[in-house]
């Protein structure tokens, strides 16, 4: 028996028969390649730059996201994975550069001026630390003019917090000779290597808001999100932690070092924005406050989505 | 099975290889049967749809649940081929003589035979026309899938696919008459054929 589709150019192509194609294997070890090649670029990142927010001494760095380890994965209402906080690993270790050792570093530098710092002892990921010293500016308003609409900042300061002061936060990309020249320096003397850059123009990566309330005082952290997907830090010393949903996307809360922190992320990719909130006060009435506070900084973002 | 995909991906894009994997084996032979009837042999064919997992391995992360994964793939395949076929736009007369070609030169290296099939049919469509016929004819996809693929509208896709079916009859029946009339010279070429296999 026939059916009238039988001998038409139809039949003839849809019953073509393919050759044994399979392509599996070479695209298994294409993949298995180019992570090698994320890896060692990764590594590379690290080495060559780490983002060092003012006052926060966080390290945000690029996530493998091949490790699984202990942490907290911040999602959106989507059920997409935002931000991840994890614990510090041997791929990802702390800035080998303390809190006291960036003070004095910075104070070699203006305003504008970008220190590198490399440490050759105890830095085994071989960290050159980037710090461009801010401008400083206590009305709100030239805020806004220095770092333009990126951060989509509120048109005036959250009520009911007060204004303190604020600053871009600069990045700024070194030529990879200087890099490699620091990073043989340090490696041949033993000692820690430091520069100061003057002639470059740093790229604004983010900014600072210094606010209080009550005689507390708050710092917001607001920065471009595209490469801060994980947040490492020493879980141990976080106490009191939550998460909490704001404005439809979860927030990770905890006590770490004498301050009550809030973490949460806008969205993902390019556009996406990272922010990170502090205050002195640890009670109850500093969490609502860091909640409120974060809500009205990101309104704008997420209204603009 | 999009359900399946879906989770594949989701693991993929949570440093999961092995999900990868088993995304690769269940869709890769859809993705192939597209690209081998587009560029006209194996090793292009195998060669773009390698590029595309790699691809969508490097933007897992940019995979949002708005299209489906396989018209993703489709999405990403359809471009590259487009690609290919228009860089050797220049050589499109000379298809059906590359077609062979290829096809001898990977049996001589693969010691592996092609079969025997009908796509010669598509030699000299243009090639957003193979494109449109190889998804209906082959693929079996809808003109909507097409069209979010293809970014072509439905009722474009339509009024083309029409000309072209026209085209391929008249084809057709060409290919009918000359076979009726040129019946010794096909024989000769299947000895040919017959020869250079007995000497691989």
């Known amino acids: 028996m026939t ?51 003012p006052l926060l001494a966080t390290c945000i760095l690029i996530g493998s996201g091949f490790a699984y380890l202990s942490g907290v994965w911040l999602k959106n209402d989507a059920g997409d994975t935002v931000l991840k906080i994890r614990d510090y690993n041997s791929a990802n270790l702390p800035s080998p550069v303390s809190d006291s050792e960036w003070e004095s570093y910075i104070s070699l530098a203006q305003p504008g001026e970008t220190v590198l710092v490399y440490k050759a002892e105890d830095n085994p990921q071989k960290i050159i630390g980037s710090y461009t010293v801010p401008s400083v500016v206590q009305d709100y308003e030239d805020l ?21 002061e604020g600053h871009g936060i600069g990045f700024l ?25 003057t002639a470059q123009q740093a790229e604004t990566a983010g900014v600072t808001l210094n606010l209080e309330l009550a005689e507390e005082s708050y710092v917001a952290s607001i920065l471009g999100g595209e490469h801060a997907d994980t947040w490492y830090t020493d879980l141990a010393q976080h106490t009191d932690t939550a998460v909490v949903s704001i404005l439809g996307t979860e927030g990770y809360i905890a006590k770490v070092d004498g301050s009550q922190e809030l973490f949460w992320k806008h969205g993902h990719g390019a556009g996406s924005l990272y922010y990170h909130l502090s205050t002195t006060d640890l009670g109850e009435q500093g969490k609502q406050a860091l909640i409120s506070l974060l809500e009205a900084l990101a309104a704008g973002a997420v209204a603009g989505q | 099975m999009e359900h399946l995909l879906e989770q594949w991906v989701e693991q993929a894009k949570g440093g999961s290889k092995e999900a990868f994997s088993d995304l690769v084996k269940a869709t890769q032979q859809k993705l192939l049967t597209y690209a081998y009837p587009m560029l006209g042999n194996v090793q292009d064919a195998e060669d773009v749809v390698q590029e595309v997992y790699i691809r969508m391995y490097r933007h897992l992360d940019k995979y949002t649940h708005h299209v489906s994964v396989m018209a993703w793939l489709y999405t990403i395949c359809y471009r590259l081929c487009m690609n290919k076929l228009k860089k050797r736009s220049g050589l499109m007369r000379l298809l059906p003589l590359l077609h062979q070609e290829a096809a001898m030169n990977e049996r ?93």
Not at chain 1, 174 to 189: F, Q, T, V
Not at chain 2, 133 to 152: A, C, D, N, P
Not at chain 2, 165 to 193: D, F, S, Y
């Open chain 1, 173 to 197: 990309h070194p030529s990879p000779e200087l890099l490699d020249d620091i990073y043989a320096e340090g490696e041949a003397s033993g000692q820690t290597v430091t520069r100061v850059i």
């Open chain 1, 3 to 53: 059916n009238r589709y039988e001998g038409s150019w139809e039949y003839k192509l849809a019953s073509a028969t393919m050759p044994p194609m399979d392509v599996h294997d070479r695209v298994m070890e294409s993949v298995a390649r180019l992570q090698r090649k994320e890896d060692r670029s990764t590594f590379l990142s690290i080495r060559r730059r780490a983002w060092m927010v």
């Open chain 2, 108 to 200: 001589a290296a693969a010691n592996r035979t092609e079969p025997e099939h009908d796509l010669s049919l598509l030699d000299g469509l243009k090639a957003e026309e193979r494109n449109l016929v190889v998804m209906r004819i082959i693929q079996g996809l809808t003109y909507e899938e097409i069209s979010g693929i293809t970014g072509i509208s439905v009722a474009a896709l339509r009024k083309r696919y029409e000309r072209v079916r026209q085209k391929l009859q008249m084809k057709c029946r060409m290919e009918r008459t000359e076979q009726a009339h040129e019946r010794p010279h096909h024989i000769e070429l299947k000895r040919g054929v017959a020869t250079y296999d007995q000497s691989i």
């Open chain 1, 144 to 164: 806004k003019s220095i770092v333009g609409e990126n951060f989509a900042l509120p048109a005036s300061v959250p009520e009911p917090f007060t204004f303190v």
